[in-house]
């Protein structure tokens, strides 16, 4: 290397940069279907690490609501006190910012409480342009872990068989890929006898914020907004989908924006 090129290069070392696309301010393109995911607030609990996540949310709705086409919390939006979640949909409501939610274990709410306070079932799909989401719960009122209802998993999924793109939501893990998943046999499986499914977004595991491919489909985590364990930023997760079909994701800092790191998920496996 040059003697002159030598120190700046230096420099840049102390910054490191592990993934190719941190700290780029846009991804995709601007006819590109972009929409925000995260996951795992806490509202409520005593000995949450980010007492402030509410208003540290809003600002970050402020910043992309422009941008993004809507948001999908994906569980775990309160703490075990189920009659604050409509604080939590008042809070999207105000930036109006459309509001997409599953129920993690630890949201405790009923489902006609659900469908009162979001506007939508416990299981729900809803497309938008050529793109498909189905949102699955995957506990229930007392917190169990659970398997996703399969047949409506099956029945949404043949009744998005025609999409260009297709994404499953669900704050438990169902594959076994991570610690605190579950192992639902079927699941996989089904999933896999349809090409359009693009990526499963998961929730629940505060540690993980990456992608782990099972059964060929990327499964996405967020990390977490809030609460008391897990990885020590809190995120969020942009998901960018292209009109050819390609998937582009980063994850971004809540409080700056920032992108932390970004993939292109060009091929299933
Ligand atoms: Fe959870």
Redesign the pocket.
């Known amino acids: 290397m040059p003697g002159g090129r030598l120190l700046p290069y230096l420099r840049s070392m102390r910054q490191p940069k592990p993934f190719f696309y941190q700290g780029q301010p846009q991804l995709g393109s601007a006819e590109a279907l972009r929409f925000m995911c995260l996951?795992?607030g806490h509202l409520g609990q005593k000995d949450s690490m980010h007492p402030d996540h509410l208003e540290t949310l809003e600002q970050a709705l402020l910043r992309e609501k422009e941008r993004m086409a809507f948001c999908v919390y994906n569980?775990?939006l309160v703490h075990d006190c189920p009659e604050r979640l409509p604080e939590v949909a008042e809070l999207f409501r105000k930036q109006q910012v459309r509001l997409f939610a599953t129920r993690?274990?630890?949201d405790h709410c009923p489902e006609e409480d659900w469908k009162r306070i979001f506007g939508h079932g416990l299981n729900h799909r809803f497309q938008e342009g050529k793109t498909g989401f189905i949102l699955l719960d995957s506990?229930d009122e007392q917190g169990s872990y659970r398997c996703v209802d399969r047949a409506f998993l099956a029945e949404s999924l043949e009744a998005y068989r025609s999409l260009s793109a297709v994404f499953v939501v669900t704050?438990?893990a169902q594959g076994g890929q991570s610690y605190?998943s579950i192992s639902c046999p079927d699941f996989l499986p089904l999933l896999q006898r349809f090409p359009n499914v693009k990526a499963v977004l998961h929730?629940?595991d505060h540690d993980m914020n990456g992608q782990v491919y099972c059964a060929g489909i990327p499964h996405l985590w967020s990390g977490h907004i809030g609460g008391s364990w897990g990885l020590p930023e809190t995120i969020y997760r942009e998901v960018i989908v292209e009109p050819d079909g390609l998937l582009i994701s980063c994850i971004r800092a809540l409080r700056t924006g920032e992108i932390l790191q970004g993939h292109v998920f060009r091929n299933r496996f």
């Open positions: 996951s795992d569980g775990d993690g274990n630890h506990s704050h438990l605190h929730g629940h």
